[in-house]
């Protein structure tokens, strides 16, 4: 799991070299994401990498959304407001020399795709406290290889100065 999420964070920053931008991974130790991309000019934006062999990728409903649970069961009660919705991600499908698949991404549409996914537990649940979600390659396939996401981005952040405020 550990050497999968590297090798992932390493793909997506040699992609991005490959791609004329460069990339600063910080091994884990921040919390939202895994490195930063750079253009030629020097503006720079986070990024999210996540790494899988197969099947699909993994995440917690209740990063996306807000969730209760009454009397064992779970209610989902709307959308959580994200830091940063348009955060990049880039999610990676090793598949060996040459053949790794890349989907690029906002935050957003993983939050719009776990909004649409979820289903609430309750008592007959096989674990009614899990808030597991998941998105396969297939279910992101439009955002396979969507690297004019990062033009857009850097595009984004000389006209306004900001991340946060590009569409």
Request: net charge negative; charged share 25%.
């Amino acid at each position: 799991m550990q050497l999968t999420r590297q090798i992932g964070e390493h793909l997506v920053a040699a992609e991005l070299g490959r791609r004329g931008y460069l990339a600063a991974p910080f091994a884990g130790n921040v919390p939202m994401f895994d490195l930063l991309a750079a253009d030629a000019r020097g503006y720079s934006i986070p990024v999210q990498v996540k790494a899988i062999n197969g099947g699909s990728w993994q995440f917690s409903a209740d990063k996306f959304l807000e969730i209760v649970t009454e009397n064992g069961t779970q209610e989902v009660r709307g959308r959580i407001t994200l830091l940063n919705p348009e955060l990049v991600c880039i999610f990676v499908v090793l598949k060996g020399l040459g053949r790794d698949e890349f989907y690029i991404f906002q935050l957003r549409d993983l939050q719009d795709h776990c909004e649409l996914v979820y289903k609430p537990r309750g008592p007959g649940s096989k674990n009614p406290t899990s808030f597991h979600c998941a998105v396969s390659p297939k279910e992101f396939e439009r955002f396979r290889d969507n690297w004019d996401l990062l033009e857009r981005a850097f595009e984004a952040m000389q006209s306004t100065g900001s991340p946060l405020l590009w569409d």
